[in-house]
């Protein structure tokens, strides 16, 4: 064993055997001394620490404590009793604090009792029992939080093994504190009690046993007794404040004078306050000035310090973020952040600054806000987040719109304007003469004035902010595939798995990766066919992917299976017809001739001729159908669809090309023209 521990060994036996041997005086002082020591050690211990498990020996040293200074007690009434004086320090304490007034001494002695009883012992007993409960309340949840982080992977498992310790440690110690305030509130009991016999039966024993008058004896033991029960009440009453501040402490990153200062006093405005008050009171009251302006004086430079401080330490944080700043851009590794490639990006010049600043009654921010909300519902897609700045480089009115870091569309807007478009070619209105950004149709810019003849003469009137919203949309609709990635997949499936998780787990990752699933996703939207219906999207390739794992394939059974969504898209339900070109025998089967099989699968290859021939007949017909002003869309077989697709999408992206297949049975169709060859 250690030194260390044996003293503490010998200072407990040597606590029982005061309760039994009697001590000399100059013993008893020292160990009177050694109470208030060690009281005044505990308050300063419980004072200094930043949360309650770094006193967790208390309640056993309370304990310890206690039974010492009841040891003492019955040391010292033994010595009262049997001597009538019990050492200088009791002797000091009787005589020399109270004044040499007895009853001064009684008074005092009471007051002590009914603070350490009444006040601080009730209190600190009823926080321990309630701290006692919630921390044991407590305990399920925190166990399940700790449990929840370490199978996110949010801590090791040793950490895990340290919180629930640090859990159980609390647990233990609140419940252990809840009985230890047991020990303080029956130490001031005994202590009522000790001081009650010395009084009383020291004056018995001094009248009758050691032959004093009563008016002696009475003053003898009243001071023997006004002292013992003031050293005995001193540092119980340190213990009992100490016991106090632990119960009632918080984790905190500070001791409790840190926390005191920086908490009731961190606040200089308040300060100020305060020594106003103060001061006024001294003006308005018979109060002396000579202690109310040191006051208010004290509080008013403290809080003009504290300016001082926090303008220091705001210069010195400016000062350190502007080096870390530097620091940043001088390291290597801020050249990764360059990389970076926003999804979609909206620049504008600086004259279009009004279109984005609210102050000044521009709601582009709200329009890109609904155009994600429509978009999503269209094309089921989420949206990237749009990044929207200034950039000097451009003309003052001009935009440009850009996805993954390339150009897609630029435009040019006149803000005090409108844009009117013709609807018959109808040119009298005066304007400056433009394109209209989305669709390429010839418009004009028109000021306020003309806004209303031009109305009036069917033109389509609209302003800045609708035709960038337009344009904006128009371009993310046509680069929908390429927004869709691997990650934008793998949340869609993370989506769906929610209602639907058998169909997941039958798809991915077997037979289909993300990846493939992505490609699929991608080509439907290429094709501007929306994947909002994931259920019968995934449905269909759980169904088809056992069987072959072309996502050319797979895509176009997926757009059989989204018949009836296809033709409501193209044949609305309030249209008798739906009007389109069909395709010849002889092209279907030179397309058809033409497919080459490949263990990577299948591709056309068509002579350039023949390719050239489908496309200028293609071209003429769309020219009359336009004329008719009717939306051509073209009509073949499932067997070539995709081909012919691969044939047109270069020249004819808008043209939307469908089979049979893609039809609802009971849907009219009608043939306004052939592409033959």
């Not at 989305?438 to 302003?463: H, M, N, Q, R």
């Not at 991915?508 to 094709?527: D, M, R, S």
Request: net charge negative; glycine share 6%.
């Amino acid at each position: 064993m250690q030194f260390k521990d044996i003293g503490v060994l010998a200072s407990v036996i040597m606590i029982v055997a005061m309760l039994v041997i009697p001590l000399p005086s100059w013993l008893l002082s020292f160990l009177i001394i050694i109470n208030i020591t060690l009281g005044l050690l505990v308050l300063l211990t419980a004072m200094n620490m930043r949360e309650a498990l770094e006193f967790s020996v208390f309640p056993s040293l309370l304990l310890l404590l206690t039974l010492f200074r009841l040891g003492l007690n019955v040391s010292t009434t033994r010595a009262i009793l049997t001597r009538g004086e019990a050492g200088g320090v009791v002797d000091t304490f009787g005589t020399f604090v109270t004044g040499g007034n007895v009853v001064v001494g009684l008074v005092v002695f009471v007051i002590l009792i009914i603070i350490q009883f009444i006040v601080i012992t009730k209190g600190s007993e009823r926080v321990s029992e309630v701290s006692a409960r919630f921390t044991l309340d407590a305990m399920p949840g925190k166990q399940m939080s700790i449990d929840a982080d370490l199978n996110a992977g949010m801590i090791s498992e040793v950490e895990a093994r340290e919180r629930r310790e640090k859990v159980s440690n609390e647990a233990d110690f609140y419940g252990a504190m809840d009985g230890a305030t047991k020990f303080v509130k029956g130490d001031a009991i005994a202590g009522i009690i000790i001081v009650i016999i010395n009084l009383l039966v020291g004056m018995i024993i001094g009248v009758v046993q050691m032959d004093l008058t009563f008016a002696e004896a009475a003053a003898r033991f009243s001071r023997l007794t006004v002292g013992d029960g003031i050293v005995s009440q001193i540092p119980a009453l340190l213990i009992s404040t100490g016991t106090g501040i632990v119960v009632t402490r918080t984790a905190s990153e500070g001791n409790l004078g840190t926390d005191i200062t920086s908490q009731l006093f961190g606040q200089p405005k308040l300060l100020y306050v305060a020594a106003t008050t103060i001061f006024l009171l001294g003006l308005v009251t018979p109060i002396s000035n000579l202690l109310t302006i040191p006051i208010a004086a004290a509080m008013a430079a403290g809080a003009v310090s504290m300016n001082r401080v926090e303008e220091e330490d705001e210069e010195e944080l400016l000062e350190m973020e502007e080096e870390e700043e530097e620091d940043e851009m001088r390291s290597p590794e801020n050249v990764i952040n360059l990389l970076s490639v926003d999804p979609i990006e909206f620049e504008f010049g600086y004259g279009l600054i009004p279109l984005v600043d609210a102050d000044q009654g521009g709601d582009l921010l709200d329009r890109v806000v609904m155009i994600r909300r429509q978009l999503a519902l269209e094309l089921g897609l989420v949206i990237p987040v749009v990044r929207i700045r200034d950039n000097i480089q451009l003309q003052p009115n001009e935009y440009r719109i850009k996805v993954k870091g390339n150009e897609m569309a630029r435009g040019e807007l006149l803000l005090d304007h409108y844009l009117a478009m013709s609807p018959g070619g109808d040119d009298t209105i005066e304007g400056i003469d433009t394109v209209e950004p989305s669709f390429g149709l010839p418009a004009k810019w028109i000021t306020e004035e003309t806004k209303e003849d031009a109305e009036i003469l069917g033109y389509t009137v609209v302003d800045p902010p609708s035709v960038v919203s337009t344009h904006l949309t128009e371009v993310i609709r046509a680069n929908a595939a390429d927004l869709l990635g691997r990650q934008e997949t793998k949340q869609l499936v993370d989506h769906i798995q929610e209602s639907n998780p058998i169909l997941v787990d039958e798809l991915t990752p077997t037979p289909l990766a993300i990846g493939e699933i992505q490609k699929v996703l991608a080509k439907l939207l290429a094709e501007k066919v929306s994947i909002r219906n994931l259920p019968v999207i995934f449905e269909t390739l759980a169904d088809y992917s056992k069987y072959t794992s072309d996502v050319d394939l797979l895509a176009e059974y997926v757009r059989q299976a989204l018949a009836r969504q296809i033709t409501m898209q193209y044949a609305p339900a309030d249209q008798s017809a739906l009007k389109v070109l069909t395709v010849s025998g002889a092209v279907e089967k030179v397309i058809a001739d033409n497919i080459q099989q490949t263990e990577q699968g299948n591709y056309l290859s068509l002579n350039p001729e023949t390719s050239q021939q489908i496309l200028e007949t293609i071209a003429q017909e769309i020219e009359r159908i336009a004329l008719m002003d009717q939306t051509p869309v073209i009509l073949c077989s499932p067997a070539i669809r995709m081909y012919l697709r691969q044939i047109t999408e270069r020249y004819f992206p808008q043209i939307p090309i469908l089979s049979y297949n893609e039809l609802e049975a009971s849907i009219e169709v009608q043939s306004v023209g052939v592409v033959d060859i």
